[in-house]
């Protein structure tokens, strides 16, 4: 299995179909409150792996139902269908966050939608058998749906668990807990961020109205370095380069996705000419 998995991720010529369709999915649902909303933003985390629960389980419970005896059929039959409709948002929010990867993780991911896509069809093909009574061939259809799935979850932990997509990249950025000069204070201009490192981590320093404000440099979405983004000065906030997620300089917070985990915040102070950090605990 491992040797299959290195096999997709260094194919390249997926990337004939990848690469465009990352394109259109980034065109199809373009920054601003259905981003946000598909990618999680409100709900702290991603939002696709809570949805593949709904899809799964109406689908995994009409199997067993199958397995029961005929006075279930029709509960079956609902319960397929459900699954059918949750899949439609489900596939939306892996979109959604499929279309600001890249690389290996965007091949891994386009095999992992294929198949969920094959597994959706076979399912939609077993509910319209249901519907006319070929209770048989809607059995073996759910059965063969289920085996593709089970494929498509396969490459979707492996998404998450090997390559690390949808994963926080700030997850072990917890800093000291001691205060730790980072920079003189006249090197903190107000109203532009400064780039410090407070131990191993680098850390966006940033003075507002006399307030000294320091959030973790790097995009807890995708890495991206904070440094060389966009700062709006009015609104305080701080654009990623690279996918565009937009963070409040001083609490970190989320102002807009794609980005779901805010950034880690540090509490800052000014000491004997020196600026100050220590992780925040709150």
């Not at 410090?196 to 507002?208: D, F, H, S």
């Not at 966009?230 to 654009?239: A, F, G, I, L, Q």
């Not at 996705?257 to 992780?279: C, H, M, T, W, Y």
Request: proline fraction near 6%.
């Amino acid at each position: 299995m491992p040797g299959i998995l290195k096999s997709i991720e260094q194919a390249q010529i997926l990337d004939r179909v990848a690469v465009p369709g990352a394109d259109a999915a980034s065109k199809m649902i373009p920054q601003g409150p259905v981003k946000d909303t598909l990618t999680g933003k409100w709900l702290g985390h991603p939002l696709h792996p809570v949805l593949t629960d709904v899809a799964i389980g109406c689908w995994a419970a009409a199997g067993a139902l199958d397995l029961i005896g005929k006075r279930h059929h029709k509960s079956a039959e609902v319960l397929t269908g459900l699954g059918i409709v949750a899949a439609v948002p489900t596939a939306l929010s892996g979109i959604a966050d499929w279309a600001d990867t890249t690389g290996e993780e965007r091949r891994v991911g386009m095999v992992h939608a294929a198949g969920n896509t094959v597994a959706l069809a076979t399912f939609a093909g077993s509910y319209l058998a249901r519907r006319r009574g070929k209770q048989n061939r809607a059995k073996v259809l759910s059965m063969v749906a289920h085996a593709v799935l089970g494929g498509a979850g396969f490459l979707g932990g492996h998404l998450t668990y090997r390559l690390g997509s949808g994963v926080d990249r700030t997850a072990f950025d917890q800093g000291s807990d001691q205060w730790t000069p980072v920079l003189a204070d006249e090197d903190l201009p107000e109203g532009s961020p400064v780039l410090a490192r407070a131990g191993q981590i680098e850390v966006l320093v940033y003075r507002n109205s006399g307030v000294v404000c320091a959030i973790a440099n790097t995009c807890s979405h995708r890495g991206g370095p904070l440094n060389e983004g966009k700062v709006d000065p009015e609104s305080r906030t701080v654009t990623c380069p690279w996918h565009a997620s937009e963070f409040d300089l001083c609490t970190g917070t989320v102002v807009h996705g794609p980005a779901s985990a805010p950034q880690p915040k540090f509490d800052a102070r000014i000491n004997g000419g020196k600026v100050e950090l220590r992780r925040s605990a709150g």
